[in-house]
């Protein structure tokens, strides 16, 4: 009997999960909607890109060097996309499986919601995903890479100094 109990609960857990969702999934499920911008730069168009890119040390700032790290990157924008687009993407983004993610931030303005999501792999980062969701915004960003945490908190204070000038 126990041996039945234990198998029923492995097989709820395993339809559970594969419920859930994930980036690619989303990707995937919205690139194609009506009036959905979406952008897929793969591994060789960024180095390709990298090569065009100045070296030079003195003009060098946190964006540059943090492009430099990339190598792939995911644009999925449903800001022109109809209310019903953008309501069930609001509606997978909350069944968005962020196992192995860790939260690095969140903001909640009004009815709009940033979540900024990294997936590392010992010290260093190799996915940050922003998920922005709400009625007017809806957008999905993925880059892959080798990141530092330094090159991600480098960011954000220079985007933050930005705002504030």
């Given at each position: 009997?126990?041996?039945?109990?234990?198998?029923?609960?492995?097989?709820?857990?395993a339809i559970q999960l594969s419920w859930a969702v994930n980036a690619?999934?989303?990707?995937?499920?919205?690139?194609?909607?009506?009036?959905?911008?979406?952008?897929s730069i793969p591994s060789l168009l960024m180095k390709m890109g990298?090569?065009?890119?100045?070296?030079?040390?003195?003009?060098?700032?946190?964006?540059?060097?943090?492009?430099?790290?990339?190598?792939?990157?995911?644009?999925?924008?449903?800001?022109?996309?109809?209310?019903?687009?953008?309501?069930?993407?609001?509606?997978?983004?909350?069944?968005?499986?962020?196992?192995?993610?860790?939260?690095?931030?969140?903001?909640?303005?009004?009815?709009?919601?940033?979540?900024?999501?990294?997936?590392?792999?010992?010290?260093?980062?190799?996915?940050?995903?922003?998920?922005?969701?709400?009625?007017?915004?809806?957008?999905?960003?993925?880059?892959?890479?080798?990141?530092?945490?330094?090159?991600?908190?480098?960011?954000?204070?220079q985007e933050t100094e930005k705002k504030h000038d």
């Amino acid at each position: 009997m126990m041996k039945k109990l234990i198998c029923t609960a492995l097989m709820l857990l395993a339809i559970q999960l594969s419920w859930a969702v994930n980036a690619k999934q989303l990707f995937a499920e919205f690139k194609d909607a009506e009036n959905a911008d979406y952008v897929s730069i793969p591994s060789l168009l960024m180095k390709m890109g990298r090569m065009f890119m100045d070296d030079d040390e003195d003009k060098s700032d946190a964006g540059t060097d943090l492009a430099k790290k990339i190598n792939s990157m995911k644009v999925l924008d449903l800001e022109k996309c109809s209310d019903n687009v953008k309501r069930r993407f609001m509606k997978r983004v909350n069944e968005l499986n962020t196992d192995g993610y860790e939260e690095l931030m969140r903001v909640n303005d009004e009815n709009e919601k940033v979540k900024i999501l990294i997936r590392e792999e010992g010290t260093t980062i190799k996915e940050v995903l922003f998920v922005c969701s709400g009625p007017e915004d809806c957008a999905l960003i993925q880059f892959t890479g080798d990141f530092k945490e330094s090159d991600i908190e480098m960011l954000v204070k220079q985007e933050t100094e930005k705002k504030h000038d």
